[in-house]
């Protein structure tokens, strides 16, 4: 097919998606795609046996990937703020680790320090899927691969709630005195905010059926903070729709209502009882933000080291009535904005919201290129809502599955807006 054709079709009609695909792919690309694939099942495998060596071995693939693009991403600094931005706020919150070894023992520092490493390797997936996209049809490859991951996390989800009502334990499940229970698979409870990527996903490209099943699998998890960034989602979706962001159609309008119907329908199942029944129980979040907004105040130069809040917060009531409870729910702030302030002070703060900002600038470039497909729209869409969504859970951290998911689609958005400004000029 014509290449100018491809190029000058509308971004979302039908057949976009096999003429953008027609076009070069690297072989760097699917490199990318793989890791996220296998760091997913990797991931999965650890939470659910707990070995060691397989934490081990994601690491030493993270590292043994990013090795190669160091020398490009750094040459890259001067041109796109998003991944400077991203340098400079490790580099607060490395000085701000250090930096307390004035108020705690050094082995405590040692721990804050080897979490940031941690972190750090994590978060290379960022560097790699920002260096490894060289074309249009690398960028859609990559969707493919992030869309093909979502279909076996939604299914790892269902497999968790089957296999637990037949007595077999898979993942993590959350079950009642009432006998209900929350499934969240063997990605562990931060599976829900992923779970929000297909979703949005199918919203966008117009597939009522798929849409079902995603939310299904997400209500399954009866997260709240994830349901509210589904909220935020079709929200910027319809706005985007409405400015002219996105065009407007009759096909588009009509698979939306489907969509809708769909949703509903999924919504008064039973499926969405646990969920409705969350709706107005008490957490101890609201404490452990203001826990942490206390300590920004007692630190908020410096801040107390990267995790450092954990150690040094005052004891309340809960550790010692429901000590695994407090553990669980303040040994972190919970809202990720409020952790790196407190982690990293005014400096990390502003950095980590620099970061956001430039990264939703780049979101909003792909959603308007010519050439975004609907599913690459949908991915682009899920980074938006989650930023700004998630104020309920972290995701600067190593071990998360949605962390991961989001440092690898900033730096797609980084990426691809690149692209994207290329064509234009």
């Not at 690297?26 to 939470?47: H, I, K, P």
């Not at 107005?280 to 410096?302: H, K």
């Not at 958005?413 to 994207?420: E, I, N, R, T």
Request: with cysteine; charged share 10%.
């Amino acid at each position: 097919m014509n290449t100018a054709i491809a190029v000058a079709a509308p971004r979302h009609a039908p057949n976009a998606r096999g003429r953008v695909h027609s076009r070069s792919v690297s072989g760097t690309v699917d490199m990318a795609g793989g890791l996220m694939f296998v760091t997913t099942v990797l991931l999965g495998a650890y939470f659910v046996t707990g070995a060691p060596a397989l934490q081990l071995g994601m690491y030493a693939i993270c590292v043994a990937a990013v090795l190669p693009h160091v020398g490009p991403f750094v040459a890259s600094l001067r041109q796109n703020p998003a991944n400077l931005l991203l340098v400079l706020l490790f580099i607060a919150l490395a000085m701000s680790t250090f930096a307390a070894l004035a108020r705690v023992p050094s082995n405590v520092v040692t721990l804050e320090a080897k979490a940031l490493a941690a972190t750090a390797v994590w978060a290379s997936i960022y560097i790699v899927t920002f260096c490894s996209l060289r074309t249009s049809g690398d960028v859609h490859r990559l969707t493919s691969w992030i869309s093909s991951t979502c279909l076996i996390i939604t299914a790892s989800v269902y497999l968790s709630g089957l296999l637990h009502v037949m007595g077999i334990q898979f993942g993590e499940v959350l079950e009642f005195s009432n006998g209900t229970f929350r499934a969240f698979g063997p990605l562990g409870d931060n599976v829900s905010f992923l779970l929000v990527l297909p979703v949005l996903m199918s919203l966008v490209a117009s597939r009522p059926l798929m849409f079902g099943i995603h939310l299904g699998a997400l209500l399954l998890t009866a997260t709240r903070g994830a349901v509210l960034c589904v909220v935020v989602g079709v929200i910027v979706y319809a706005l985007l729709v409405a400015s002219g962001g996105i065009q407007a159609t009759r096909r588009r309008l009509l698979w939306g209502v489907a969509a809708a119907v769909v949703g509903l329908g999924v919504w008064l199942s039973p499926v969405s009882d646990v969920l409705m029944g969350r709706l107005s129980d008490p957490s101890l979040r609201l404490t452990a933000m203001q826990m942490g907004i206390s300590a920004i105040q007692e630190n908020p130069v410096l801040g107390s080291g990267f995790n450092g809040f954990g150690n040094s917060r005052p004891a309340v009531a809960e550790d010692w009535f429901t000590p695994l409870q407090a553990e669980n729910g303040l040994s972190r702030t919970m809202n990720q904005y409020i952790q790196t302030t407190a982690d990293g002070g005014v400096v990390a703060l502003t950095c980590l919201l620099l970061f956001v900002l430039s990264t939703g600038r780049n979101a909003l470039r792909v959603i308007r290129w010519r050439n975004a497909t609907s599913s690459l729209v949908g991915v682009h869409l899920w980074l938006i809502a989650v930023l700004i969504g998630n104020q309920g859970s972290l995701w600067f951290l190593s071990n998360t599955g949605s962390g991961f998911f989001i440092f690898a689609v900033a730096g797609l958005a980084a990426k691809a807006s690149v692209l994207a400004a290329e064509q234009r000029s």
